[in-house]
């Protein structure tokens, strides 16, 4: 029979629920939800986590991380516009 409150039906419990009760001092309740900083759900060092009280907070660090994603590839592809005009100048005046 499990003991933990987050245990499955074969009493196992996921590191990163332990780890964050640890690092918090109090259990994870149903509905919380851990999150990676790093999105690495392999790194359960204390420090790489971070409780949301709920699913909806916990898509907001997806929400963002997508659109730091989504800038970067914009700013990439302006710059590659940018250098494509400077060739396509380039090749005009030499026409």
Known sequence: MPTHHRANKAGYVFEHILVAEEKYGRPIVNGEIIHHLD????????????????????????????K??????????DKCLAELDEVLEENDEES
């Not at 392999?42 to 009280?53: A, E, F, R, S, T």
């Open 68 to 77: 730091v994603r989504i800038k970067k590839m914009m700013d990439a592809w």
């Open 39 to 66: 999105h690495n759900k392999k790194n359960n060092d204390p420090d790489n986590l971070v409780i949301c009280p709920n699913q909806t907070v916990h898509r907001l660090f997806h929400t963002k991380r997508l």
